[in-house]
């Protein structure tokens, strides 16, 4: 087993050895943070759409409008677009179906259980 680095001088601990830091820093991905600020602009459209339903004097009508509010400044005007719209609510009902067969699986082995199946 090596024996532990030496202090530095003045208690501070040892540098790392050269090469074993990266040059840079970690870095944002911008194409994850640009996916979510689409799918953002698309349930402020949605939350739009649903005021008028639910009133917007309504006690869930003042939660939508202030929950608009905070995330309207996060989704310019005309940020999203249909193709966006449309893109976002394939992609829903792609994982709604992807979940409802996963659902019916796992009914199908619950019942094959309760009916005594093989173990």
Known sequence: MPAPAPAAPGGQPPSPPFGSTSAT???PNRGLEAAGLQKLGVLVKQMETLLPEVGASSEVGQAVLKALNSLVKFVPAGSVTPAAQKNSIEAQQRA???N???MQALQAMRAQGAQGGAP
């Open 25 to 27: 820093g970690p870095t």
């Open 100 to 102: 409802n067969q996963q």
């Open 96 to 98: 709604m179906a992807q």
